[in-house]
């Protein structure tokens, strides 16, 4: 596609309940990212993809965060028993990877609000 | 603890002005980077500083990174209302360039 895009735009969800975040990234871009972003601040890194793997999950809060990209382009990040901690916007990011360069394109993210 | 700091957080002037916005750090990065952000949207890259002591121009954007890079500095000339958004700066560490480490960001608004 011509940008990273992201669904849904919106997600009210429950405490409690299970929520999945979509990423398609830009054609050919084998490296992926997700951030969570709160109001007011800086995106907060949370894993990175290289391909099918994910090569740094040091940023995902707790194991009730798991994202997956099986066939290396679309990834979805998984929230279970959500928390209204977890409210925030999830932004996605690809870039083209190896060594073609670290410029990372954005989507206009997930708005979460878990009530 | 912020490893990024960025200043001033909110920064409000009048079409015609000029600003600076700080990003500083104890630690030193391989490169850092400039985005800006509007409502609604992701983050925007506007450069890419990697050299110590590097200045980058783009129009009325000036970006320099300090000799020891572990800071950086955005000036803009005769800031204009389409100027307006949330400017962030992140880092990378060298042996680990994939994983950016974020400001909070300056947010900006140009008054006409």
């Known amino acids: 596609g011509a940008g990273v895009s992201q669904t849904p735009s919106n997600k009210v969800t429950e405490k409690g309940k299970y929520v999945e975040l979509r990423c398609d990234p830009i054609s050919g871009h084998t490296a992926l990212y997700w951030y969570r972003q709160s109001l007011g601040q800086g995106p907060e890194f949370l894993i990175y993809f290289q391909g099918t793997g994910a090569a740094d999950d040091s940023g995902l809060p707790n194991d009730r965060f798991f994202a997956v990209r099986p066939e290396g382009s679309v990834s979805t990040l998984k929230i279970q028993r959500t928390e209204r901690g977890d409210s925030a916007v999830y932004l996605c990011a690809s870039s083209l990877g190896g060594q073609g360069g670290t410029e990372a394109f954005f989507g206009q993210g997930t708005r979460l609000t878990v009530v | 603890t912020q490893l990024l700091e960025q200043s001033p957080q909110f920064l409000s002037i009048q079409e015609g002005e000029n600003l600076t916005v700080y990003c500083n750090s104890s630690s030193v990065f391989s490169s850092l980077q400039w985005y800006r952000q509007e409502p609604g949207e992701g983050p925007v890259l506007l450069v890419t500083v990697v050299t110590g002591g590097e200045v980058k121009k783009l129009k009325r954007l000036t970006f320099q990174f300090g000799d020891a890079r572990k800071d950086s500095s955005l000036h803009i000339t005769a800031a204009q209302p389409g100027d307006t958004g949330l400017y962030l700066c992140?880092?990378?560490?060298?042996?680990?360039?994939?994983?950016?480490?974020w400001g909070l960001g300056t947010s900006l608004a140009v008054n006409p």
């Open positions: 992140a880092g990378s560490y060298a042996g680990n360039n994939r994983k950016l480490i």
